[in-house]
């Protein structure tokens, strides 16, 4: 295995989790909030379940997103 391959591919794979992730919200929420079905002060549960089917990991990540 080549460490530094694995720590950049990683990496990068995160990262576009992660802004992707965090577009997905905020659009969410911008939406909800311009449609009334959402105050802009609410708490929501939040879980992320990241699957890799080759080494047979799948795993969830529980959180809450709140707005204010």
Known sequence: MDEESFNISM???LKTVGVGSQN????AVEKAIAEGR??????????????????KLNIT????????
């Open 38 to 55: 959402i105050s802009g002060t609410e708490s929501f549960p939040a879980k992320v379940t990241l699957e890799i089917e080759g080494i």
């Open 24 to 27: 997905a919200i905020e659009k």
């Open 11 to 13: 990496r990068k794979f």
């Open 61 to 68: 990540f529980d959180g809450e997103i709140r707005l204010q």
